[in-house]
């Protein structure tokens, strides 16, 4: 079955460390995104990608680099985390045609202390 | 600047209905969705517009008036169920094809 998977479900780490979320998607989907979600401002865009190799800046991109490997994968890159990136982060895909094939993944509880 | 804007709460009756709003000012349209989203969980993919009109699914129905840069959802014989949060979502032309999300919407849903 096509999916989005995230792992880790759920991540700890202190001020200053280094993190990374992964993203696989297995619906031939051209286009990843990673999102971030917070009480008050709703999902929003860090990076996306729409091939491997290709990287596009977001809406809100500070503090964060983003890797497309391959089709599939889709990292996200915290190298020096702050308590303000504590959230729940999402990847999608889509297959960038109408959009309504997006698909999100589970999700990422991230906590910096 | 872009944005799409909702309202943050709707309350309504088991057996009824509810609206939810969403107004949006986009540099171009490509495309309306709405989603629906528990605590802590994925959103889920409800409902997609790009022509003006009523979109009739059901269980939930879709409104979207371009003009106007307006949508609803419309929830018709409420659940208990149904208390979520309900996202709006446009995609420009601009910004590749990334979607520009609404806050949500928390219906609550008592009996």
């Known amino acids: 079955e096509a999916a989005v998977t995230q792992s880790p479900r759920n991540k700890v780490t202190v001020t200053g460390g280094n993190v990374t979320l992964s993203c696989r998607q297995t619906?031939?989907?051209?286009?990843m995104y990673w999102y971030r979600q917070d009480t008050g401002h709703g999902l929003r865009l860090i990076h996306y990608s729409y091939g491997a190799g290709n990287l596009q800046i977001g809406d809100v991109p500070d503090g964060y680099k983003a890797t497309r490997t391959t089709q599939e994968d889709f990292f996200l890159l915290l190298e020096l985390a702050s308590p303000s990136q504590t959230s729940l982060y999402f990847c999608a895909s889509s297959g960038g045609g109408s959009n309504s094939d997006y698909t999100f993944g589970s999700g990422t509880r991230l906590l910096v202390i | 600047g872009q944005g799409v804007e909702q309202p943050d709460n709707l309350m309504s009756v088991e057996g009824t209905f509810a609206r939810v709003n969403c107004t949006y000012s986009?540099?171009?349209?490509?495309?309306l969705s709405w989603y629906q989203q528990r605590e802590g969980h994925a959103p889920v993919f409800l409902s997609y517009v790009v022509l003006d009109g009523l979109k009739d699914s059901g269980h939930f129905s879709t409104f979207l008036s371009r003009s106007n840069g307006y949508s609803y959802l419309l929830l018709t014989e409420l659940q208990i169920k149904d208390s979520a949060s309900y996202l709006c979502?446009?995609?420009?032309?601009?910004?590749?094809?990334?979607?520009?999300f609404g806050t949500g919407t928390t219906v609550s849903v008592s009996p």
């Open positions: 619906n031939s989907h051209n286009y």
């Open positions: 986009t540099s171009g349209f490509n495309g």
């Open positions: 979502a446009v995609s420009p032309y601009q910004g590749g094809r990334a979607l520009i």
